[in-house]
């Protein structure tokens, strides 16, 4: 994380600076997220059981596709509703850096300063 120095306009005190692109999604997002997988997987396994019904005298082996779907989607969908946030994103590749701030005394006057 980068150091931002205060130039003595009103900040003294070092802050840390932030990237808004590396700020995680916000928990309210990710429960609206989940909550919109698990209807969609949920819609699917009702249109498939309602396939499977319509199917069973039409073509069997389609009926037992569409039945196994129904089938194993409800506890597919769980697991996957539960899953944990994503993954902490890595840092940055560029960082604000520190203010160069020239230096007030000229050098050879610096070195007499730190001396006294």
């Keep these: 994380m980068a150091r931002w120095r205060g130039t003595g306009r009103g900040r003294d005190e070092d802050s840390d600076v932030y990237r808004i692109t590396g700020a995680r999604q916000s928990l309210d997002d990710d429960v609206r997220a989940r909550q919109r997988r698990y209807i969609v997987a949920m819609v699917v396994r009702t249109v498939s059981v309602l396939l499977t019904a319509l199917l069973w ?3 069997l082996p389609l009926a037992v596709v569409t039945l196994l779907l129904g089938i194993t989607l409800p506890y597919i969908a769980v697991v996957i ?5 994503e993954n902490v994103p890595s840092l940055p590749s560029t960082f604000v850096g520190e203010a160069v701030v020239p230096p007030a005394l000229p050098p050879a006057q610096q070195e007499a300063h730190k001396r006294s």
């Design 57 to 59: 005298n039409v073509s």
């Design 81 to 85: 509703a539960n899953a944990g946030r």
